[in-house]
């Protein structure tokens, strides 16, 4: 009895332990495929992550884009530029973005990106406009895989009566394969393959966009992602196929053991089921120390679920944002444009799909404004069919917010700026073409604006304004090889008028640099001068007939000396008063020839009269004529040649005019020089003849920029402002130049530079 008793206890046991062996063997395999699942769809959430962010990046292309052009409709190819230089910032799947109206291509970046619709254009072209959906076309070889990617989004632009207009197409082509390393395919997961299936160009019909068009053969794990009007499919399966459990054959072997051995399959049953805790608890943390906001919210619109970074991001204990209404806890009653959030959350729970990404104002337990990016996804009961609850995964993108308001603000600003102001504020490319003018331009010249847009400056300038602003473009961009500074001057131009006057507009040019220092355009603003310059014009053409109407009185002051003197005989005395009338009148004369000259000069049209000049000899004659002045304040002149002391230093000049001008800039130095100071001459050849005059004294800060304009004096008294003026249009006349250098504290030098005998 106790034999059987033991026996059936035995078989009893067996059986019980064949029976636990076998449910183990269940349990395992059911395991390993939930296993299995579970590193697919880990995988597979990766990727579609990755995903979603390129796919957001382009639609946050295409309505950064949109704004632009519904704020700017009449957007430059300029302004175009700069705007996908900082949007395509690190998006270098992006081949072109195009704007099209009309089935014309308006606008391209890079500039030399052809077509990206190609034959497509047209058919997609119509049907975006047509529906006022964003459009998708694919291509590459028939047969294969695509290998590029179109986008074509419609834009509708405000008109003046409150409606919206069709405005053209922003096209975007994308390359396929960097696209899909921004999203994470191919196949960089291990032990997982996943594919990406796109509608194909017939309905019906679709198409793998990466990776093997097999696996949606293998009951893979599969995950949605919207990407404007299209829903594109990821899905994922084991590398190796839904295999069975490398431990079956192990456990159907021990099983037999195992009914001998009960605490055995004891143990064994308590191994499985730790298991599987210990599985569950490594999801939990990873969802809890996720750096995103993961929420879970009930058909009632409030928190189930959130874990820790959500709870400090929103400034909540643990556990105190369970059970409280998602609306008017974390998100504000109502939006920014007054709308009413509830109502908004309210469809968003009856329709997740509809609304899978969003972004809302958040409000933080201590009042602060935040701005989150929301990925929202259903979750349903073990049927697969009733809707329980949404999972909502956030992003904090509250600085990208704010920046983008600052930018907006700062447009704003710029604008009512630019559109207002009374002086002429204009842009310029590279090649001098206008990129923007504001309407004061209009006002002032008669131009339409798209009149001046993509021509040249020098169009609408006289032929003597073209070549100042040549010479003033080459004086700056030598400044600014010399200077880590953008180089900026003032210049008046003489620019044509619509009805064909012309107007005289003092110009502040700034030269505008790219990072590698090199010139990408010009910013100028203008003022009308046109009344001042006339002024003056009359003023000079006074001077000019007074001096000249001088010219017949001084011919008597001159001549008629003489003729006293040959009537009769005229005591020493009056000789010496007859001498100084005749000196008197001949420097007057000699004053008023020399004015006439600098006008002739001034006009290009004196003819010089070039001889072979000795500086040396001059510098000694000019010391000779100044000896008062040099004994009076106890100065030293030192003179520095090339060659030996006293050899002669010969340049090719007209040497009334040298003279002149040799004068007037050492004579200066002597007037500036401190009591028992030095003057130092040096001569010298580089380039052509230099003569370098340096003095100790310094110029007054208010003259620096002012040295060599006409009647710009330090002296108000006895200075007439023309000494720097008339040398410098000396030198230019001959073909050199004079510049003056201050940099040297308690020291001025000013070098005169002649060209080579020629």
């Known amino acids: 009895m106790k034999k059987r008793l033991i026996f059936l206890i035995s078989t009893l046991a067996g059986l019980a332990v064949a029976a636990g062996a076998f449910l183990v063997f269940r349990a395992d395999l059911a395991n390993h495929r939930q296993n299995l699942r579970a590193h697919v769809l880990h995988g597979l959430s990766d990727v579609k992550a990755d995903a979603v962010q390129a796919v957001s990046r382009k639609t946050n292309l295409v309505k950064a884009v949109e704004s632009v052009i519904r704020i700017n409709p009449d957007l430059s190819h300029r302004e175009f530029e700069v705007l996908m230089r900082g949007l395509l910032d690190g998006l270098f799947d992006i081949r072109s973005v195009q704007l099209v109206q009309e089935d014309r291509v308006t606008h391209s970046y890079p500039d030399q990106a052809q077509d990206a619709g190609g034959a497509i254009l047209k058919g997609m072209t119509l049907r975006a406009l047509e529906g006022g959906l964003v459009q998708i076309a694919y291509s590459g070889a028939e047969g294969a895989a695509p290998t590029g990617m179109t986008i074509f989004a419609p834009v509708s632009v ?3 009566d409150g409606g919206m207009r069709k405005w053209g197409l922003i096209v975007v082509d994308v390359d396929v394969n960097a696209f899909m390393l921004m999203a994470g395919m191919p196949g960089h997961l291990k032990d997982v393959m996943v594919a990406l299936r796109v509608p194909g160009p017939k309905r019906g019909r679709e198409m793998v966009l990466s990776g093997s068009p097999p696996v949606y053969d293998m009951e893979p794990l599969r995950a949605d992602i919207r990407f404007f009007s299209q829903v594109w499919q990821l899905a994922a399966v084991p590398a190796k196929g839904w295999s069975t459990s490398p431990r079956s054959k192990y456990i159907i072997g021990g099983g037999v053991l195992l009914a001998f051995l009960v605490p055995v399959s004891l143990w064994m049953t308590l191994s499985v089921f730790m298991g599987r805790f210990e599985d569950r608890e490594k999801y939990r943390y990873l969802v809890q120390t996720a750096k995103a906001i993961i929420l879970r919210v009930d058909l009632a619109g409030e928190v189930e679920f959130c ?68 990925a929202n996804q259903a979750i349903f009961a073990g049927d697969k069919k009733t809707m329980i609850g ?138 009308d001068i046109t009344d001042r310059k006339r002024a003056e014009a009359l003023r000079e053409d006074m001077e000019r007939m007074a001096k000249h109407d001088l010219k017949t009185p001084l011919g008597a002051v001159i001549g008629l000396p003489g003729e006293i003197r040959r009537v ?30 600098l006008y002739k000069m001034e006009c290009g049209v004196f003819t010089l009269h070039k001889t072979p000049v000795d500086v040396v000899e001059v510098i000694e004659r000019i010391k000779g004529e100044a000896q008062p002045l040099i004994r009076e304040k106890g100065i030293s002149i030192g003179i520095e040649t090339p060659g030996e002391s006293g050899t002669a230093f010969l340049v090719h000049a007209d040497a009334e005019l040298f003279q002149s001008m040799l004068s007037n800039m050492l004579l200066n130095a002597l007037e500036a020089s401190p009591e028992s100071g030095a003057v130092f001459v040096t001569l010298g050849r580089e380039d052509g003849p230099f003569i370098t005059i340096c003095n100790k004294g310094e110029v007054p800060l208010r003259m620096r920029d002012v040295f060599f304009e006409k009647y710009a004096t330090s002296d108000k008294t006895t200075g007439s402002g023309l000494g720097t003026y008339s040398a410098r249009l000396i030198a230019r006349t001959h073909g050199g130049d004079i510049t003056v250098d201050t940099s040297r504290k308690g020291e001025t030098s000013v070098t005169i530079t002649l060209p080579e005998q020629g």
């Open 158 to 160: 405000p008109t003046g």
């Open 307 to 374: 874990n820790e970074y959500a709870e400090q991001f929103y400034g909540y204990g643990h556990g105190e944002l369970i059970g409280k209404p998602l609306v008017g806890t974390l998100i504000p009653e109502k939006d920014l444009e007054g709308q009413s959030m509830k109502r908004y959350i309210g469809r968003l729970l009856m329709n997740p799909s509809a609304h899978p990404f969003n972004e809302t104002m958040n409000l933080r337990k201590n009042g602060e404004t935040v701005w989150v990016a929301w």
């Open 390 to 527: 949404l999972l909502c995964v956030g992003t904090d993108i509250t600085d990208r917010k704010l920046m983008e308001e600052a930018l907006r603000q700062r447009e704003k600003q710029y604008r009512l700026l630019a559109e207002n102001v009374s002086d002429v504020i204009w842009g310029l490319d590279a090649d001098l073409r206008y990129t923007y003018v504001s309407p004061s331009d209009e006002m002032l010249r008669g131009f339409k604006r798209y009149e001046v847009l993509g021509l040249s400056i020098k169009e609408f300038l006289t032929p003597a304004s073209r070549v100042r602003l040549t010479g003033l473009l080459a004086m700056l961009e030598k400044e600014m090889g010399a200077e880590s500074t953008p180089a900026s001057a003032t210049e008046d131009l003489e620019f044509t008028c619509l009805d064909g006057s012309t107007v005289w507009l003092e110009s502040r040019l700034g030269l505008m640099l790219n990072e590698e220092g090199d010139r990408i355009g010009i910013q100028g603003v203008s003022r």
């Open 568 to 597: 009769g005989p005229v005591t020493p005395e009056q000789g010496a008063l007859l001498d100084t009338i005749e000196n008197a009148g001949g420097a007057m004369l000699s004053l008023i020839n020399r004015s006439l000259d």
